[in-house]
């Protein structure tokens, strides 16, 4: 450097110039050199590189180097060449001058930890966004993972930051951050709970974006529409938001219905409540008549044994439910009379729709139900119900008319 400036000096002070302006007149035009070659690079780098590379990608049959090369990464890795070339060439303009260097070179140091961190974070995003389209991968809670290198990368930085300022090693700031482990713990407490719940969701496939969860602890019951590592973010069927800590859905207990939704079957399990004194024997004429309507078979009864309305009547369930097409023919169906309470004789229907959707399954579930309220009294049975105030009135009036 010495045998290039003697020249340039001897040049500059033949045309009447000082050496001290010599020589800052030579480190400015050097300087301006060096941000033109940096500003030059990275505008090549923009401009013919990542095209290229872009144009190269978009011709392979893969999706995933269309997103390694897209315009959020590229840009990010433009940003290291400038300080790159800083730090390479600043020595040949302030060589005379090496704490003025030094600093500077701190600079470009901190520059380019900046950038790589830049880099870094694109770089993950367009992970994310592979892996959402990732067929295997997308119902995945990833986004909390993903945070959490995040975090770690950040942190690292800013400890290399830190010690490029003072002047000393990276490791040393470490062991000073071990002996208070305990504190960095407790102020990331909720990221390390999350990244180990988030593991433990991902691992166990106990979690995925859009599905229907319930947690009445919470009280959440909707469907999730993001997993991050701190928080699950569950949009409840009444449009209001619940956020959950991921730790709380591996500590605690809640309901996954992705299994029904996936099975194809959702479960109907509703009884009515039969009056009990309304159950009886079949007359033959009621038999006659119930054939006559296709409400039972024509060998009920056949055998000469007394028939019971309520058995008729679950017969005839079962019947309706085989051929009720929106009811799930490969799924259980099962008709059953529970133990009878004050409330009447309970009929329960067990049996699983087609339908899964909220509102088609609860039309089919009222539909059917209708349909067996609307039936019940032709096998002279009634469904059970508390006396109400018109009810006693009535009563009232009809003891009135007997004394009358």
Same mark, same amino acid.
């Given at each position: 450097?010495?045998?290039?400036?003697?020249?340039?000096?001897?040049?500059?002070?033949?045309?009447?110039?000082?050496?001290?302006?010599?020589?800052?007149?030579?480190?400015?035009?050097?300087?301006?050199?060096?941000?033109?070659?940096?500003?030059?690079?990275?505008?090549?780098?923009?401009?013919?590189?990542?095209?290229?590379?872009?144009?190269?990608?978009?011709?392979?049959?893969?999706?995933?180097?269309?997103?390694?090369?897209?315009?959020?990464?590229?840009?990010?890795?433009?940003?290291?060449?400038?300080?790159?070339?800083?730090?390479?060439?600043?020595?040949?303009?302030?060589?005379?001058?090496?704490?003025?260097?030094? %600093? !500077?070179?701190?600079?470009?140091?901190?520059? =380019? &930890? /900046?950038?790589? @961190?830049?880099?870094?974070? *694109?770089?993950?995003?367009?992970?994310?966004?592979?892996?959402?389209?990732?067929?295997?991968?997308?119902?995945?809670?990833?986004?909390?993972?993903?945070?959490?290198?995040? %975090? !770690?990368?950040?942190?690292?930085?800013?400890? =290399? &930051? /830190?010690?490029? @300022?003072?002047?000393?090693? *990276?490791?040393?700031?470490?062991?000073?951050?071990?002996?208070?482990?305990?504190?960095?713990?407790?102020?990331?407490?909720?990221?390390?709970?999350?990244?180990?719940?988030?593991?433990?969701?991902?691992?166990?496939?106990?979690?995925?974006?859009?599905?229907?969860?319930?947690?009445?602890?919470?009280?959440?019951?909707?469907?999730?529409?993001?997993?991050?590592?701190?928080?699950?973010?569950?949009?409840?069927?009444?449009?209001?938001?619940?956020?959950?800590?991921?730790?709380?859905?591996?500590?605690?207990?809640?309901?996954?219905?992705?299994?029904?939704?996936?099975?194809?079957?959702?479960?109907?399990?509703?009884?009515?409540?039969?009056?009990?004194?309304?159950?009886?024997?079949?007359?033959?004429?009621?038999?006659?008549?119930?054939?006559?309507?296709?409400?039972?078979?024509?060998?009920?009864?056949?055998?000469?044994?007394?028939?019971?309305?309520?058995?008729?009547?679950?017969?005839?369930?079962?019947?309706?439910?085989?051929?009720?097409?929106?009811?799930?023919?490969?799924?259980?169906?099962?008709?059953?009379?529970?133990?009878?309470?004050?409330?009447?004789?309970?009929?329960?229907?067990?049996?699983?729709?087609?339908?899964?959707?909220?509102?088609?399954?609860?039309?089919?579930?009222?539909?059917?139900?209708?349909?067996?309220?609307?039936?019940?009294?032709?096998?002279?049975?009634?469904?059970?119900?508390?006396?109400?105030?018109?009810?006693?009135?009535?009563?009232?009036?009809?003891?009135?008319?007997?004394?009358?």
């Amino acid at each position: 450097m010495e045998e290039l400036n003697g020249p340039i000096s001897g040049w500059l002070a033949g045309i009447g110039w000082s050496s001290e302006h010599i020589d800052l007149t030579t480190k400015i035009i050097l300087l301006a050199g060096i941000v033109l070659v940096s500003w030059l690079a990275a505008k090549l780098f923009r401009n013919l590189v990542i095209p290229a590379l872009q144009r190269i990608s978009q011709r392979t049959k893969a999706t995933w180097d269309d997103h390694l090369f897209c315009n959020r990464v590229m840009r990010a890795t433009a940003r290291l060449i400038p300080p790159l070339i800083w730090y390479i060439l600043l020595a040949a303009v302030f060589y005379d001058m090496p704490i003025l260097l030094e %600093l !500077l070179r701190k600079v470009c140091l901190i520059y =380019l &930890i /900046v950038a790589v @961190l830049l880099l870094v974070n *694109a770089f993950l995003d367009t992970l994310h966004e592979i892996s959402t389209q990732h067929e295997s991968l997308r119902n995945r809670p990833l986004k909390g993972i993903y945070q959490m290198i995040k %975090l !770690l990368t950040f942190c690292v930085g800013a400890i =290399l &930051i /830190v010690s490029i @300022l003072i002047g000393r090693d *990276a490791t040393t700031i470490l062991a000073g951050l071990g002996a208070s482990a305990a504190v960095v713990m407790l102020i990331f407490r909720d990221s390390i709970l999350g990244l180990v719940a988030g593991v433990q969701l991902s691992a166990n496939d106990m979690l995925r974006p859009g599905d229907w969860i319930t947690m009445e602890k919470y009280g959440a019951d909707g469907y999730v529409t993001e997993v991050t590592l701190t928080t699950v973010k569950i949009q409840n069927f009444d449009k209001t938001i619940t956020t959950i800590p991921p730790y709380a859905l591996v500590s605690d207990s809640f309901q996954n219905w992705r299994g029904m939704q996936e099975s194809g079957g959702r479960r109907i399990k509703r009884s009515l409540p039969i009056d009990a004194t309304t159950v009886r024997f079949c007359t033959a004429e009621e038999l006659a008549a119930l054939r006559r309507k296709g409400l039972v078979t024509e060998d009920a009864g056949a055998n000469g044994q007394p028939v019971v309305n309520l058995h008729l009547f679950r017969d005839y369930i079962r019947k309706y439910l085989k051929q009720n097409p929106e009811v799930h023919p490969e799924m259980m169906q099962m008709v059953r009379m529970l133990q009878p309470t004050p409330e009447g004789l309970p009929v329960e229907v067990y049996c699983f729709s087609r339908c899964t959707e909220w509102v088609a399954y609860e039309a089919l579930q009222s539909a059917l139900f209708d349909h067996l309220l609307a039936v019940l009294p032709e096998f002279g049975l009634r469904v059970f119900q508390r006396p109400s105030g018109s009810d006693l009135l009535q009563m009232e009036n009809g003891k009135r008319g007997v004394k009358n």
